[in-house]
């Protein structure tokens, strides 16, 4: 499920990178959990393209205050540097949101400073070796090279990153459940629980 999910979501990122070249607008720039949004069917939809973490750029010129633990747990390098962004930092975004989709655990956890300064250094590759008995390898190396801190060592197009995906679901030796089957476990949660939201389709 976490691969169909980050499959998904890096389908949509590519198209809307490719689409806005001509605006000058290369990547979303903000992708967190709280963006995707997930149809009871398993479809993907992505809001706030190109829609900045503005709580970062404000404390990185000195007008905002250390912003909570969420704005830097899915934060590429680059961005706190103030460096470029391009589809690859999605890609790195969408590694991190894979892992915790797939362990129920974030990459980067533990006090805002700690998670800020792991943010800093782009540690998300390294800190997938604390979790060698929860991932397979050939799932942990491929987030291991989406999560590389310096974007020259990451994938360097997003078709490489999705046909990477679409070796890793052809294997017969990656098991668990898909996202449809999570989805339609989410439907059985008893009442007590948060309701789903539900999208409307127009």
Not at 26 to 38: C, D, F, N, Q, V
Not at 66 to 76: G, K, Q, V
Not at 110 to 120: E, Y
Request: proline share 7%; charged share 25%; glycine share 6%.
């Amino acid at each position: 499920a976490g691969l169909e999910l980050m499959a998904e979501v890096g389908r949509i990122l590519l198209d809307a990178s490719q689409a806005g070249q001509m605006y000058a607008v290369y990547s979303h720039g903000g992708l967190t959990p709280w963006r995707i949004l997930l149809k009871q069917n398993a479809q993907v939809e992505i809001i706030g393209y190109a829609l900045p973490q503005v709580e970062i750029l404000d404390f990185q010129n000195g007008s905002g205050p250390l912003p909570r633990e969420d704005s830097f747990r899915y934060c590429p390098p680059e961005r706190i540097h103030s460096d470029p962004e391009e589809l690859n930092s999605d890609l790195f975004a969408l590694a991190l949101i894979g892992f915790e989709f797939m362990t129920l655990k974030p990459v980067y956890d533990g006090p805002v400073d700690v998670i800020r300064q792991k943010a800093v250094r782009g540690e998300g590759s390294r800190q997938l070796y604390y979790h060698q008995d929860v991932i397979p390898k050939a799932v942990r190396d491929f987030l291991a090279r989406a999560l590389q801190p310096r974007r020259e060592d990451r994938f360097q197009n997003g078709r490489d990153f999705l046909e990477q995906i679409d070796r890793l679901l052809l294997r017969p030796d990656l098991s668990g459940p898909s996202l449809l089957e999570v989805m339609q476990k989410m439907q059985t949660r008893p009442a007590s629980s948060r309701p789903m939201q539900k999208v409307s389709n127009s």
